[in-house]
């Protein structure tokens, strides 16, 4: 079973960035695995924002392209996103898992957007 840690979030202002983390651990070989950041915001279900295949090929819902990008270091066993233009409706909780979601959920890192 693969376990995840997520870091990196707080309060930002309107048009601001953060850089999320997710450490990844466990059996399975990081390298080997597809990644995916999701996000759950207050009364909503948890959605996918971003994922990234173990070849480095991205993609974006439609309401982060051109803002979010996905990254991973393959040596570190992490996976980050890099969020720029930051507006008030991406405040929610923001988690990794593989994609598709088969790993155990972490705890998830808390983005705030609001002035």
């Known amino acids: 079973q693969v376990q995840f840690v997520e870091s990196g979030g707080g309060l930002v202002q309107p048009g601001g960035s953060l850089r999320l983390s997710c450490g990844a651990s466990?059996?399975?070989?990081?390298?080997?695995?597809?990644m995916g950041w999701h996000r759950q915001a207050p009364g909503k279900q948890r959605e996918l924002v971003a994922h990234?295949?173990?070849?480095?090929?991205?993609n974006y819902a439609d309401s982060v392209k051109g803002r979010f990008t996905i990254s991973r270091d393959n040596s570190k066993n992490t996976v980050y996103l890099q969020m720029n233009s930051l507006k008030p409706e991406d405040t929610a909780v923001y988690y990794c898992?593989?994609?598709?979601?088969?790993?155990?959920w972490g705890q998830g890192t808390q983005v705030t957007v609001s002035s």
């Open positions: 466990g059996r399975s070989i990081f390298s080997n695995l597809a």
């Open positions: 990234i295949n173990t070849g480095g090929a991205t």
């Open positions: 898992n593989t994609y598709p979601p088969f790993g155990t």
